[in-house]
């Protein structure tokens, strides 16, 4: 299964890379570190989505790193990289490119590349950036399974509930976020 996530990642990421404003080159998918700018926003929406699962899980009781797909590697909790997939890209990578593509943040917002090549926004940038990003947090969607109107922030609260009720039993199957509706 890895080798096809991986295969899929490959041919996704090309196509991202093409959405974005050309003064942001993005030809792949780079993360430790982040060796330009959009990498560097995707790894940093990554880790806040992942902080915003983290907390929903273990709020509710769960095993943050009792996974299905993903396995506990350098303590990075599996059922919260599980529960990261259906959002990756209508939340975060949908998030980097409004900020790009709308020039909220511009090229000089970055640092150059460090000594290990990587790249990061600048104080006031960040700022920003969280500024932006709880304001997405806020957006109402329509819950596909629910029906009921709420915040991004909310659905994953409710898909963390959807994955316990599997769990339980309570649904026969987890039922993902295949895509928002807006």
């Known amino acids: 299964m890895l080798g096809y996530e991986g295969k899929g990642a490959s041919v996704y990421f090309r ?5 974005l404003k050309t003064e942001f080159q993005f030809t792949k998918r780079s993360k430790r570190p982040p060796q330009d700018p959009a990498n560097s926003l995707m790894s940093l929406g990554y880790t806040l989505l992942s902080y915003n699962l983290y907390a929903f899980v273990e ?9 299905n797909l993903h396995v506990t590697l350098d303590h990075r909790p599996g059922l919260v990289c599980d529960l990261m997939e259906e959002f990756r890209s209508p939340l975060v ?3 980097v490119a409004y900020l790009i593509n709308s020039s909220v943040l511009q090229p000089d917002d970055f640092t150059p590349p460090d000594e290990r090549g990587g790249v990061y926004l600048h104080p006031d940038a960040l700022r920003k950036f969280v500024k932006h990003w709880e304001n997405k947090l806020q957006t109402e969607m329509t819950h596909l399974t629910t029906g009921y109107r ?14 316990l009720a599997c769990l339980s039993g ?3 199957a987890y039922r993902p976020m295949l895509r928002p509706i807006k």
């Not at 709020?59 to 996974?67: D, E, P, R």
């Not at 709420?150 to 994955?163: D, I, K, P, S």
């Open 59 to 67: 709020a509710i009781g769960l095993h943050s790193h009792f996974g």
């Open 15 to 19: 196509g991202f890379g093409s959405l």
């Open 150 to 163: 709420v915040t991004y922030r909310r659905c994953l609260e409710l898909q963390v509930r959807e994955y």
């Open 93 to 95: 990578d949908s998030f």
């Open 170 to 172: 309570d649904v026969e």
